[in-house]
């Protein structure tokens, strides 16, 4: 809570996107989540994220269920629609949301007790189903509605307020979305907007259920000594395994510093392929080609790395665990698999904009159809 | 790059614009919060510290502060600070009480103050509760210099001006009125300790052009019109009336020109209007009036038929600006405009003719005596000037200024100890918090408009010189009005060892004045990396310790902070506290005598 709404004044030298907006302008309500929360930050990085895309806020859809994480959908993008779903089940909510219009962009926020625990057969088929949405999952470790009782996150050892030490292993959402054929994987950081901000941008863009593990420290009752998802040891233990760099699709770009940069005069990069293989051997950077026509630019940093490869991601991600380090990045795109729409033919054109007589087949199709079970 | 050092008084005092702005240096934002709660008399005691005279500025200021206001750089327009100063002037109870007084035993040292004007009514005002004894000596037989007979009185009534020099003369000033200084000799010879001249600048330029004095009695010098109006020497004009220079004291002949009968009034400049020195209230203020304000003409001559003036020639010109800035003019045509008066308003000089040269005060190439421009001394260590006496005109806020600079030099003089002997500025710093998410001070935004002054109607303004022409504002327009004040000495203030680089001030700050990134080389460097770069030279950025965790830095740029306090109340650790600023202005008097320690 605060004692005052935000002020409506802004810097008079914000700069406005391509839309005439200011970030202003893509900003909810005040927050109501403890001074200093982790999620407030993946907020403020969903508000820039948006705003430099130049989504119109009246074609994005907010989703969430129940939690800490999900109450922030109320403190961004104020013109959009959104949805507050039961706990665990906004992936089906959104997969509903998707289905019925093609053009929203469908930005799910949940934690890791909605994600994890009550919700996580929504979460893994939601996956499965490569619905074309972003999926946020804001992670503390913690239930933090709850007063703190540890997650299904918080790791093995990791310690209580009070002392309590956790023993169970963690599920780690990015082990597990790999495992259930994610089609693009990032992690990032609350407190490093500098890596969060590109990855939304790219998830929004990205064709097909984009989970972003983002931890999230939860400042009141995760965030001491002992905790592995405070600010301190998050930092302490966060290793970039794979930089990325969102370029939309009409920017200019400079390349500089790479022997293989060029472009091709009208603003699209061309090192690299469009199914990621990497340019020219260069065996850091690898460009990828979203669906929107942007492109994002992943550099891991051990070469042996391929953020393109499932298998070699997994075993790079899961060695990092291994090691106590939190690996973070993009981590796993691949942009060539079919989303839910491409597999269940969902409509080009949303419900809404559909006359009745599309909606409606009438009672000569419904008889044909229940024909078939005579 | 060095952590900005915000143990110096001067960091969190140029935050505070205003105040920064005042040469008196008035707390502002203080004596507003206090009009704000009611408390009128305290608002007025806590303005009357710096400025001695809150009725009479918060009618005549030239309000310095008015453009410095952060609110004209967030919002359209300044907080109308000066009229709610008067608005604390207007509404206070009966002060006396509370003003200064002087013991009854005294120091035993004389000090002559020559002219009754703001300068020297100021040094009185600070040395008479010490124990000096002071003597003033005025040519007129009331207090009060130019802002008596220079300003007429539908601008500033006598009545307030007589009570608030009456709060100084009253601890026991001996007045000499009447007495025209024609000798500072003879007054060194009275056997004064310290003398101040604060004679102001009484000599009102003349344009010596074809006709001028061909007609002598239709050809007037504003000041010494507008001094012959308030004796009522002068008691109507003609109807036609030009009035030459765009200063302030134009402004005052030529809406003290409409009050005499005159009917048409011109006031003519050479220049543009971005060229006028009248300040922009004073020159709508006699538009409003109907006064015509022509720009561009030249005075060429006077046109005067068989002994009587009846109009003045102008070149008309056109400006034009080189890439340096020069500007150049050329003469289009020449212009006849008819008049029936002329009064000329073009400049105030000093004269001290009735300075001795051999009385050890070196006198300069122009002829005017050299001051120390921070201790006000003359080469003479007895004799000190202030206000317009000393470098020329500016404005009663600046002769207050000098007045309180001057006190503690002469203060220093008469103890024996040197006058560059200055005691140093302090401050205090006090937590705003009350609780979680409660300070002692209302930080809401209010977005509400300036407040517009209402003014007496033209129909009714003209029928006297006395009617006041501003009347005020009403108790909606000051709630309002006060509620615009930002708080800007309510300051951000960060304790480094404590943040944790969770980005919640980042992110909630509404103006985008805060970044944490990495150190650069320069300030110059930083600027440029910040959330929205700092482009606006003239307001400071503040960086940090390296933080804890990262190393990197917090960066806040001053120019365009609300004064919100969401920074330290979404900040977990209270790395960020909203600490009132209070600046310790050194005085003449006890703070002279000892050393006062900046407290931090």
Known sequence: ?374 | MDPTDVSDPRYYHKVVDCQWACPAHTNVPAYIRLIAQGRYSESYLLNRASNVFPGVLGRTCDRPCEPACRRDRIDEKPVAICRLKRVAADLRDDITEHLPKAPAEKNGKRVALIGAGPASLTVANDLLPLGYSVTIFEKNHKPGGLMRINIPSFRLPAQVLDDECGYIINMGAEMRYGTNVTSLAAVLDEGFDAVFVGSGAPKGKDLEIPGRHDDPAHVHIGIDWLANVHFEHIKKIEPRVIIIGVGNTAMDCCRSAKRLGATDVKVVARRGRKHFKASPWELEDAEEELVEIIENHAPKRMVVENGTLVGMEFDVLEWTEDAAGKQTSTVLRTEIIPCDAVILAIGQDNAFPWIERDLGIEFNKWDMPVVDSETHQSTNPKVFLGGDAAWGPKNIIWAVAHGHEAAISIDLHCQGRPVTDRPPQGMNLLSMKNGLHSWAYDNGFDASGRQVMRHEELTKRFRDLQTEVELGFTPEQVATEVSRCLNCDIQTSFNAPKCIECDACIDVCPTACLTITKPQATEAELRKHLTVPAVNMDQDIYHSDPLPQTERLMVKDEDVCLHCGLCAERCPTAAWDMQLFDLLQPKAGASCHEEVPATV
Request: with cysteine; hydrophobic share 35%; glycine share 12%.
């Open chain 1, 1 to 374: 809570m605060t004692s005052i709404a935000k002020p409506v004044v802004a810097h008079p030298r914000l700069k406005t996107n391509a839309l005439g907006l200011t970030l202003r302008d893509y900003e909810g309500g005040m927050s109501t989540l403890c001074a200093g929360c982790g999620h407030d930050s993946v907020t403020a990085a969903i508000v820039q994220a948006t705003w430099e895309l130049g989504i119109e806020p009246h074609r994005a859809a907010k989703m969430s269920g129940i939690g800490c994480s999900s109450k922030t959908t109320a403190y961004f993008l104020k013109q959009s629609h959104g949805f507050n779903s039961v706990h665990g089940r906004m992936p089906s909510v959104s997969s509903g949301a998707a289905a019925a219009n093609r053009g929203l962009s469908v930005i799910g926020i949940s934690g890791d007790g909605d994600s994890l625990s009550i919700g996580l057969g929504q979460l893994s088929h939601a996956i499965r189903r490569n619905v074309n949405m972003i999926y946020i999952l804001e992670n503390n470790g913690v239930y933090g509605l709850t007063k703190g009782q540890f997650s299904a996150s918080a790791d093995i050892g990791s310690k209580l307020k009070k002392g309590e030490v956790n023993e169970q292993p963690p599920i780690d959402p990015v082990l597990l979305a790999l495992s259930v054929g994610a089609t693009f994987v990032g992690r990032s950081f609350s407190g490093d907007k500098r890596q969060l901000v590109p990855i939304i941008k790219a998830a929004i863009s990205h064709r097909g259920l984009a989970l972003v593990d983002v931890i999230s420290p939860c400042v009141t009752f995760n965030n001491h000594e002992g905790s592995t998802k405070s600010y301190k040891y998050t930092r302490d233990h966060d290793v970039e395994a794979v930089e990325a760099d969102y370029i939309p699709v009409c920017e200019p770009i400079e390349i500089t510093g790479l022997s293989n940069g060029s472009s091709n005069g009208n603003g699209h990069a061309t090192n690299g392929h469009a199914d990621g293989r990497p340019a020219n051997g260069d065996g850091d950077l690898r460009v990828v080609q979203l669906h929107d026509g942007g492109t994002v630019r992943l550099r891991s940093t051990d070469p042996s790395y391929d953020p393109t490869d499932r298998a070699n991601a997994y075993q790079h991600i899961s060695g990092c665990q291994s090691r106590g380090e939190i690996a973070t990045g993009l981590l796993f795109v691949d942009e060539s698999s079919r989303s839910m729409h491409d597999v269940l033919k969902t409509t080009s054109t949303p419900l809404v904009d559909l006359g009745h007589e599309d909606l409606c087949p009438g009672s000569a199709a419904l008889e044909k159809l229940m024909g078939r079970f005579c």
